[in-house]
């Protein structure tokens, strides 16, 4: 059977939907019936009625929505799709790093575990990582959890001093300076639009920087008609959807591979989908001596970012 109609057929029974972040692969972007970035993934997840969240992202989102909607069943296709930078922050090491700075307060990035978010005072995405940070006790140092690249973006942007958690992400390391140099002079005209999750020097390069979500609207919205793309490519899908008139590059990594794809978003596949749904499985719990303290950082982030 075909696996679309399949999934169709499996979220009518099931009163499943479908959230998918821009990173997924595109046949999984259409059989959505929600994309969006973290943040909007996160309220979309907050005010699902469905019995069933089948997230097609990475763990920590599925997380996220379980964390906002206790009572909705959520399912992660796969549960080995994890995230590097969630991985950068063991909650034991974040543990031991307010025992011996009980004064901070912890600004954590979405990308990290339950327990982490556990342990901070707020939490933030990138598209409203400025506005959270600004809204920060003024009396109080920050410590900036797990992405040191982002973290330092938002720190120039603010110009709120911070201490960095050394994380990062595999994908947005990958861009090669150079190679984007070389695409601008063989694209005169081209803009350079990046994820505040790439490093300086690529970050520094770029007409536009903005979550994924922003960076689409950009080329769906500018005047501009070239544009070399500096995030995962999954977001290009949208990108040619939406905007079907420009021309689109994909950043080009360092190495010749396909660093530019998250390995991990990439574990979702349509039949791991359908069987996701089949099986209501593998489901994400999250302990209440975790959720609830994790929930109030993740609503304290919502509060804030309508502000
Ligand atoms: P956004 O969804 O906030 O753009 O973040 C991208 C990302 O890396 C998700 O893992
Ligand atoms: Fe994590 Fe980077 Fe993959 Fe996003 S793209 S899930 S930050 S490893």
Redesign the pocket.
């Known amino acids: 059977m075909d696996l679309f109609a399949k999934i169709e057929r499996l979220k009518r029974e099931k009163n499943a939907v479908i959230l998918a972040h821009y990173?997924q692969d595109p046949d999984i972007q259409d059989v959505a019936d929600f994309i969006g970035d973290s943040l909007e993934l996160a309220r979309a997840a907050q005010k699902s009625t469905a019995d069933l969240i089948l997230f097609a992202g990475?763990h920590f989102m599925a997380e996220g929505a379980k964390i906002l909607n206790p009572t909705r069943k959520v399912v992660l296709p796969d549960l080995r799709a994890g995230?590097?930078?969630?991985d950068s922050c063991p909650p034991s090491r974040l543990r031991e790093f307010k025992k011996n700075h009980p004064d901070h307060f912890v600004v954590s990035y979405i990308?990290c575990s339950a327990e982490v978010k556990a342990l901070s005072d707020v939490i933030c995405t990138s598209s409203n990582a400025i506005r959270i940070v600004e809204q920060a006790p003024k009396d109080r140092p920050i410590l900036f959890a797990p992405d040191r690249n982002l973290g330092r973006f938002v720190m120039e942007k603010t110009g709120r001093d911070m201490t960095l958690w050394p994380g990062s992400?595999?994908?947005?390391e990958t861009f090669s300076e150079r190679k984007i140099a070389e695409l601008r002079v063989r694209h005169p005209g081209a803009k350079v639009i990046a994820h505040p999750?790439c490093e300086e020097n690529i970050l520094k390069l770029a007409d536009f920087i903005g979550s994924t979500s922003q960076l689409l609207k950009t080329v769906i919205e500018s005047e501009d008609e070239i544009f070399i793309v500096a995030t995962?490519a999954g977001i290009l899908h949208q990108m040619k959807k939406k905007a079907p008139g420009k021309t689109l590059i994909p950043a080009p990594p360092n190495q010749n591979c396909a660093c530019n794809e998250?390995p991990?978003?990439k574990l979702n596949t349509l039949e791991k989908l359908a069987q996701a749904l089949e099986n209501e499985g593998p489901a994400i719990d999250v302990p209440e001596a975790i959720r609830i303290p994790a929930a109030e950082a993740l609503q304290r982030m919502l509060d804030w970012s309508n502000k």
């Open positions: 990173y990475v995230c590097s930078l969630s990308n992400c595999i994908v947005h999750e995962e998250c991990f978003m």
